[in-house]
């Protein structure tokens, strides 16, 4: 039976949000233009915010939303990769990061700490399970998927771009990552080269 969570119960860090403005470099000048006219002062809402705090999913969906309609599905994923970057180097992800270097980073072994990195950028948006993993790929499935990460087409394909991301992170290139749906879980097949 799909989860049924409303928008309004589920939550997204400040701080990553954050790094979703400062992702906007990844759009060119005038696609960025026409989504910050878009979110209005939605953009000033997220700078005044306290970095721990959660704002609500729906801010995040507001957000991807007005990128995909302005610049397409893959400005959005672009976008989203940007996003995980800064903040792999910043307070909330640094510390994996810093760790992962230490383990020996790879894609896989990036895309491997998603289950514990998962709660700290999202509340009440389900679980990130690692299904497989190996040296050329990595398979995730996100359980429990709440009805307002699913509704918007695009969401799911800007938390996809955000494991590519990761993928960067861990010194991989060409990430790929398909998305497979089914009911309340979602899968997100890794590629890199």
Sequence with gaps: MATRVTAAACF??????????????EL???AERSVRERLGSLVDEIA???????????????LSGAIAEVAGEAALRRVAQGSVVRSAEGTLLGPFHR?????????A????????AWPLLYKSCGKI??????????????????????APA??????????????????GEAPRVEVTRDGDEVRYRCRWT
Aim: cysteine-free.
């Design 154 to 171: 695009t969401y799911l394909d800007g938390i996809a771009g955000g494991f590519e991301g990761a993928i960067r992170v861990g010194g």
């Design 99 to 107: 760790a992962l270097l230490a383990l020996g980073l790879t894609p």
């Design 109 to 116: 072994t990036a895309l491997s700490r998603a289950p514990y």
């Design 129 to 150: 399970r690692v299904d497989a993993s190996g040296p050329e790929g990595v398979t995730l499935t996100h359980l429990g998927v709440p009805e307002a990460m699913r």
């Design 12 to 25: 997204v860090r400040a701080s990553q949000m954050k790094a979703n403005v400062r992702a906007f470099a």
């Design 48 to 62: 005044e915010a306290v970095s721990v705090a959660w704002m609500p999913l729906e801010a995040d969906l507001r």
């Design 28 to 30: 060119d000048p005038d």
